[in-house]
């Protein structure tokens, strides 16, 4: 029998953008704040669907909270993340803090403890010892080299 292959479902699937709006200029040259509508593409799984809406409500949440929202336990969520991510439940978290905290970082110039809470970390010391373990800088120098000078003029958040 052949091997069943499915797409792996990454972090970028279902991280909706933390932006609000995009400043333009429209063909008449007016400026105005074009809507951005920070929607989750399905997956192709109710279940993962349901862990991309429980991550947006709250990307605090806790392996042993998004088990118990599923009904199940910590022992088949790690399993049934292995198979559709490669990675098991807390890494992915992880990730998924870490992507949150990049976009918040680039687009705005909220302080760290607020971008820790906001990402779903505990504190911002926790944050700044995940980034220089997995992104090998802090997060001040993530942000100097990710956001642009004229930010403020690019996009819109809440």
Known sequence: MEKIRFKKITVADICPTILTGR???NEKGW???EPIVATIAPTGSRIFDAIAQALAKDSSITVFELAN?????TTDLNAFFRLL???????FLKQYR???ACEWLANTDLKLIEIARRSGFPSASYMTHLFV?????T???YRKQHRPKNFRDLYTWD
Request: proline letters at 3%; glycine letters at 6%; one cysteine or more.
């Open 31 to 33: 400026k105005c704040i």
């Open 85 to 91: 991510t490669g990675l098991d439940t807390r890494e």
């Open 139 to 141: 997060p001040n120098e």
């Open 133 to 137: 373990q997995e992104l090998k800088c």
């Open 98 to 100: 870490l992507t949150r």
């Open 69 to 73: 929202a599923l009904g199940t336990n």
């Open 23 to 25: 400043h333009i200029v």
